[in-house]
């Protein structure tokens, strides 16, 4: 297991034990992330899985992804640690990850 910490806008921690492999969104679900609505299931098409990550993990997760960008600029989340949560694969190398999920998924 991963451990990954999510922060909500009001400041509220939780941190869920990840699976290794599967998407941060699919963990966010199953770990009761609320703000992770994850409406399309993983298909990039709705943005309700943003995530904001923190700079220092920037580097770790990777930048935008061409499947995510469309989604991301119709979203008009202009945080520069933006990512879509359905993007990101969890690895063992995630161990400590700290994400905020953005005020409009609150």
């Known amino acids: 297991m991963v451990a990954i910490t999510f922060v909500a806008v009001d400041g509220l921690e939780q941190r869920i034990d990840a ?3 599967l998407s941060l969104m699919e963990n966010a679900v199953a770990g ?4 992770i609505e994850a409406i399309c299931g993983g298909n990039a098409y709705c943005g309700t899985c943003r995530v ?15 499947i995510e960008e469309p989604m991301i ?22 161990e ?7 005020a409009s998924q609150s």
């Not at 009761?32 to 703000?35: N, R, V």
């Not at 904001?52 to 061409?66: C, L, N, S, Y």
């Not at 933006?82 to 063992?92: D, F, G, Y």
């Open 19 to 21: 699976t290794d492999g």
């Open 32 to 35: 009761g992330i609320d703000a």
């Open 52 to 66: 904001h990550v923190d700079p220092a993990w920037r580097a770790v997760t990777g930048e935008i992804t061409e």
């Open 73 to 94: 600029e119709a979203s008009g989340d202009t945080d520069p640690g933006v990512r879509l949560s359905c993007q990101i694969t969890v690895t063992p190398e995630l």
């Open 96 to 102: 400590g990850l700290l994400v905020r999920t953005p």
